[in-house]
């Protein structure tokens, strides 16, 4: 795998993560929970 491939998967995961911190974090401003973001 050349770097150039590695780089964009490891950007991909970060991103896909990212995403899901997000919704959780929406989803707990949503229910009246502290998101201190």
Do not use: C, P, W, Y
């Given at each position: 795998?050349?770097?150039?491939?590695?780089?964009?998967?490891?950007?991909?995961?970060?991103?896909?993560?990212?995403?899901?911190?997000?919704?959780?974090?929406?989803?707990?401003?949503?229910h009246g929970?502290?998101?201190?973001?």
């Amino acid at each position: 795998m050349d770097s150039l491939n590695l780089n964009k998967h490891i950007s991909g995961q970060f991103n896909a993560e990212l995403e899901s911190i997000r919704t959780q974090v929406m989803t707990m401003g949503r229910h009246g929970g502290a998101a201190a973001f």
